[in-house]
C-alpha cells in the first residue's frame, strides 16, 4: 500500500471461480460467526471476503472451517484461497468463457448456488451491492397486515 487515496478508489476486475461470497457491512454473520472483523457499519463500505474454489475439498472444508475463528486469529486473511477487499461497490458476474451471463433462463441451467441475502433467497445475478454511507435501510411490512 502507497498511502495513495487515487490508487485505491481505482475500479478493477477479479475473475475467479469461488467457493463463498460474502459482502458485509457489519462483523457477523450466521451464529455469530466474524467473518469480516474489519468491517464497520458507518464507513461508506463493504468488507468482501472471497472462499476460492480449491482442488481439494479437505482444504477448502479447513479454510472454512477456520473461517469461524478469524476473529481469533487474523492470519487466516493472508493465506491462499482467501480474499479480502474493502469496496463502494462491486458488481458480481456470471461468466460463461469471455460472456458475462444475464439472461435469468441460462443462468438457470447453469446449476449455479442460490444467493442468499441475511439466511434467505436473495436477488438473482448479475448483482450491483453499494454501501450508502451514515444510512441504515428498514424495511417495514405493509400496513395492510395490520
Partial sequence: NNNNDDDDNKPFELIKTVEMFVAMKG?????????????????????????????????????FLRLQNIKKNMDIVSESGILYYRCREVLIEVLDGDDIITDKQKLKTMNLPDVGCDGEFGPCLPLRLKAIPKQIPVVFPSPKMF
Fill in 27 to 63: 462483523k457477523y454473520f450466521g451464529k455469530g460467526i466474524c467473518i469480516t472483523p474489519f468491517a464497520k457499519l458507518d464507513n461508506g463500505y463493504l468488507d468482501i471476503l472471497i472462499l476460492e474454489r480449491l482442488e481439494s475439498r479437505l482444504r477448502l472444508i479447513s479454510l
